[in-house]
């Protein structure tokens, strides 16, 4: 045990370093703050209800009535008990907070992957630095999504254990691939996983090439068959998480759409092509790997006192702190997406080395990052370059799924590091053998630096500073100004503010670039030995990209517990709301966009919400119903008692009690079949939902109309809630029809009538309704969806399993490291 102590002493090392970085930059959370996150914030609006019943059951629910009617909570938050990384996660935040674990996790899957490309320690140290700190791995964090954080933690684990079982060890690798690939599904973010596919898929294709070349075919289907079998196991560990998740997708905004659009041109699956693409990297704003504020950085809050819009309004008699307050709303960044949280910044010296790496690392891996790369940066650039995104879209499975294409830089973000450290390592390794090795270095650095020279001396030549719409915007604030020249001179002010932003930073990556140069040509021309190179190198990069990321998640993100949750206090209309006792009522929140919001969703049974994938009829109602003015007949028959409103005058805010809400059930007077969902959307347009339900065709075997009577002196209530068992009793003198207001959702939810399981039918678009017979009953919902059944069975059997290969895997390893060598 000593003595692999003292082998493996520089990895504890470098890991400890990793941990002091980790705790330097996240030292307000150690000192008892929390880092506020809009994601998380509206995770716990979501999430309350479920974690209400929790404290009281000792489990979550399933279901939850928190938002937009309804919908699964595994979709909201689901232990996966049976899962095996479930428990990895906990201990790591046991010891290590969140976010702090996943930055703590960034480092070491980096590590990894340097190690597994056989990097010397320290410079595997530097590459992790490289790879972790790119600023939207934390512009992420900041803006609260972890799921996604962690993520991509676990994608350079991945590749690394993709490497070794094509070349190195295939037992560790498809061991550990099988580990990391299991904990990468546990994230529930399937996006980031299917873009790490995409570039193994070219680095697959690249790999069977040169099996073909050097007729090694065997070895390569023995590979990749083995990795197949890690990928299953990993899937079936995730059992829990995939197959509900697919079941639901289905019906969402991400499967297919039940009233097709005719300006989709008869397309009904996936997420509109628009939508997807809205947030698109624009073809010049790739400039940003290099300069980060060549684009203005942030959407706002980003120009300080002395920055020419605030001196406009100074110069106009605004009081400094108001005219920093208003300069700080004004847009700095003048792409084409609606809004940004920061560039996608990679590092000056790490461009530099990448640009190096394409003209010296010998290594065929080199074309494998370099095609991968050009891909990924195509796809990202969206609607901008629709020719090689709308294949992808079009053709490739599943790709429609997905919106926020610019989210595949996460693949680049790791590639260009790598390939900048192998570009480190080649010249560590073989500068000797480099032909016109500095030659070549001095053509990079007049090509990267002289790119931030041109940028810094004539910012104009590439960039403009405006976006598409300035003339719009320029229009706009001439309304607000009440006077043309006014907002020409603001306008242009602000254009100096940019042009300024753009000019410092491309100062600031010259610097950095010809200080790397620097580093480079003093080893090559042997004035400075390979732990001072590689010492410097690291600090260099680290100053680099940790100061940009200050810019976005710094000291100032954190605040103490109380301010932390003072976005869920109870506002006194909620206070008022929530005498109403009754626990079936809906609350719908106008005072902020409901449908896009969860705050609500923390107090009461909201209309609204705040959900990447809601149930496509939901859409389809606020699409149809809710678009430019809202439906009352719809808000009656989702039970909405209240409106939350705002006075247009003083800003109070202020409730609307409606009486013409239809309750948790009733009977109706008349059913009336309609053909499709087209004409069931526009029966509900107008009617009176207590007397009549629309029901489409297709439940026409489900319901015995001939037996339905007028339900005079009927009567239905409910008598019991819990958010996965609902209990009615009804009377009624005759067979009638009752609909309920609950979503309908028929992949788990059955119903009882005195013990019997009776058919759920879907009445007015998105209820549940039911047939029930004359007399006195007893009515029971219950969501128990066998999906979750099995596949928590799944995942257990397969999480069993995956133990027992990682036990196997260590023991078969030490026994073959002490067998005596052969003679």
């Not at 403009?464 to 006077?483: E, I, M, N, P, Y």
Request: proline share 3%.
């Amino acid at each position: 045990m000593k003595k692999w102590f003292k082998e493996n002493s520089t990895h504890f090392i470098i890991i400890a370093i990793f941990i002091v970085l980790v705790f330097f930059y996240f030292s307000p959370i150690f000192g008892g703050k929390t880092l506020m996150q809009h994601d998380v914030m509206q995770a716990e609006g979501s999430q309350k209800e479920l974690f209400d019943y929790k404290a009281l059951d000792g489990h979550a629910p399933l279901w939850t009535n928190s938002m937009f009617g309804g919908m699964p909570t595994y979709q909201i938050w689901y232990a996966h008990a049976t899962n095996v990384t479930t428990y990895i996660g906990k201990a790591l935040k046991t010891v290590f907070p969140v976010p702090t674990d996943i930055v703590l996790l960034y480092l070491l899957g980096g590590y990894f992957l340097f190690s597994v490309l056989r990097l010397k320690p320290w410079l595997a140290a530097v590459g992790a630095i490289a790879l972790a700190f790119t600023s939207y791995n934390f512009i992420y964090i900041e803006a609260g999504h972890l799921n996604k954080a962690y993520a991509i933690a676990y994608l350079p684990p991945i590749i690394g254990a993709v490497l070794l079982c094509y070349r190195g060890n295939r037992l560790w690798g498809a061991t550990l691939l099988a580990l990391f690939m299991a904990l990468e599904i546990r994230t529930n973010h399937i996006q980031m996983t299917y873009y790490l596919f995409i570039a193994l898929l070219v680095f697959v294709l690249f790999e069977l090439y040169h099996a073909i070349r050097d007729k090694k075919l065997k070895q390569f289907a023995q590979a990749s068959a083995i990795q197949i079998g890690a990928v299953l196991l990993a899937v079936l560990v995730n059992a829990s998480v995939l197959f509900p998740t697919y079941e639901y997708s289905k019906l969402t905004t991400r499967g297919k759409a039940n009233i097709v659009k005719v300006e989709d041109g008869g397309k009904s699956g996936g997420l509109d092509k628009e939508y997807a693409y809205d947030w698109s990297q624009g073809v010049g704003e790739n400039i940003t790997f290099l300069i980060p504020n060549a684009y203005g950085g942030m959407t706002g809050g980003v120009l300080d006192e002395k920055s020419d819009v605030v001196k406009f309004f100074t110069s106009k008699g605004f009081p400094e702190g108001q005219a920093l307050q208003i300069a700080q709303s004004l847009p700095t960044y003048w792409g084409e997406k609606r809004m940004t949280s920061g560039p996608w910044y990679f590092g000056a010296a790490v461009i530099f080395l990448f640009v190096l790496g394409l003209i010296i690392v010998k290594d065929r891996i080199k074309w494998w990052i370099l095609a991968a790369t050009v891909l990924i940066i195509f796809l990202a650039f969206g609607r901008h370059f629709p020719l090689i995104s709308d294949i992808f879209f079009d053709y490739f499975p599943m790709y429609n799924k997905f919106r926020a294409v610019e989210s595949t830089l996460v693949i680049a973000a790791i590639l260009i590091p790598v390939l900048a450290m192998l570009a480190v390592n080649e010249l560590l390794t073989k500068g000797d053998q480099i032909e016109k090795l500095d030659k070549k270095v001095l053509y990079t650095f007049i090509g990267v630096g002289g790119l931030c020279l041109v940028v810094a001396l004539m910012p104009s030549l590439f960039l403009d500073f405006k976006t598409s719409t300035h003339r719009d915007f320029v229009a706009h604030l001439a309304q607000q100004l009440g006077d043309q020249g006014a907002a020409n001179e603001l306008a242009n002010a602000l254009v100096k503010d940019r042009t300024s932003l753009a000019t410092k930073d491309a100062y600031r990556s010259l610097f950095i670039v010809a200080l790397t140069f620097g580093l480079v040509w003093f080893y090559i021309k042997k004035k400075l030995n390979v732990t001072a190179f590689i010492a410097i190198l690291g600090v260099v990069i680290l100053a680099d990209l940790w100061s940009v990321d200050k810019r976005y998640l710094n000291n100032d993100s954190f605040v103490d517990d109380r301010a932390a949750k003072s976005h869920v206090v109870e506002r006194e209309v909620d206070q008022l709301i929530r005498l109403d006792k009754d626990p079936s009522y809906r609350v719908l929140d106008l005072t902020t966009n409901p449908f896009s919001d969860a705050r609500a969703s923390y107090f009461h049974k909201s209309l609204g919400g705040y959900h990447a994938a809601k149930l496509m009829r939901f859409q389809e109602i606020l699409e149809h119903q809710f678009n430019g003015a809202i439906n009352e007949d719809v808000l009656d028959m989702f039970n909405v008692r209240y409106l939350i409103t705002q006075n247009q005058q003083n800003g109070a805010e202020q409730i609307q009690r409606r009486s013409t809400a239809a309750g948790n059930a009733w009977f109706v007077n008349k059913v009336t079949f309609v053909k499709d969902n087209a004409q069931e959307m526009q029966a509900i347009s107008s009617f009176d939902p207590t007397k009549e339900a629309f029901v489409h065709e297709e439940f026409k075997d489900k319901l015995n109309a001939s037996r339905l009577g007028q339900p005079a002196n009927a009567e239905i209530k409910l008598v019991s809630y819990h958010p996965d068992t609902l209990k009615y009793e009804s009377t009624s003198p005759n067979d009638a029809f009752a609909v309920f207001s609950e979503v309908y959702y028929d992949k788990g939810w059955k119903a009882y009538i005195d013990g019997k399981e009776v058919p759920i039918i879907r009445a007015d678009y998105i209820l549940r309704a039911l047939q029930i017979p004359g007399g006195n009953h007893k009515i029971e919902f219950i969501f128990a969806p066998a999906s979750m059944r099995i596949s928590s069975m799944i995942s257990l059997i397969a999480s069993i399993v995956l133990v027992l290969g990682l036990a196997g895997t260590v023991y078969f390893s030490s026994r073959k490291n002490k067998a005596p060598a052969k003679k």
